[in-house]
């Protein structure tokens, strides 16, 4: 009888922990999970404010869940497909942004986390995959590597903690569901007409700075900023004219201001 209890445990045990899994969570739950207590979204998801000092509280589980992104090594890591990699660094990089905020809070902006010789993005304080890593390796490295990923979506995803950036999303990024992720945090952020618009009378996209910082990441995907835009004319403008007016081609880009002020709630 004791043989038999100890044999149906075993198989118990390796139904929930096979041997063979890796431990690491690929829906990110302890991430979700702070999104969603602290982050709360605005302007019908448009745009977010962070309660900093809230994750800050959460200590706890915030550092759980960044030591289990550094415990992955980088064998694991290129085992995976795509997909789950590419949420993984999303996740980390907007992990990290938020982590760097909290250490240095109370700040106006993320940007006086950095100095006249360092810039924020450039301090080395990310332990990923088997190294220290800044944000800028991260960003321009590893994830825009040309010929790995070469997927602009991802400039809406990345978050910079300030309230020009589009909004950080109070749900993390899955492999699973990571193109009707990005895809949704596009359109929002296209349809937020404070930041991204279409004149017909000037013939201009008036658009947030982004555009300008990473137009070689659209370019190479869509030939154009404007091509780019053409894909989403219901979302840059609602009014037919203009839809009209702006599939005639031959419009011009204009970029804006960018607000670096902290997205604190």
Known sequence: MIKKSKGLFIVIFCIFFPLNASAFDHQHGLFDILLKKHVVMKDDGKTSQVDYKGISN????????????????????????????????????????????????????????????????????????????????????????????????????????????????????????????????????LSDKSRNRYDSKEKKFHVSPIFKWYEVDFKDKFGSLEKFFLKYPKVLSSNEQDMAIMKQGGSSVVFGDYNWKLNDR
């Open 58 to 189: 959460d200590k706890a589980l915030m550092g759980t869940y960044l030591g289990a992104l550094s415990s992955v090594i980088k064998s694991e890591f290129d085992s995976w497909d795509k997909r789950k990699q590419l949420a993984f660094l999303i996740n980390a990089y907007n992990a990290y942004t938020i982590d760097l905020v909290v250490r240095n809070y109370p700040v106006k902006s993320i940007k006086d986390i950095g100095s006249m010789l360092k810039s924020t993005w450039s301090i080395r304080f990310i332990p990923l995959l088997g190294q220290k890593r800044s944000l800028d390796e991260i960003e321009h490295e590893i994830i825009r590597k040309k010929g790995v990923y070469d997927e602009p979506r991802i400039h809406v995803a990345l978050v910079c903690a300030a309230i020009g950036c589009p909004a950080l999303r109070n749900e993390a990024y899955t492999y699973d569901n990571l193109d009707a992720q990005l895809e949704k945090a596009l359109v929002l952020f």
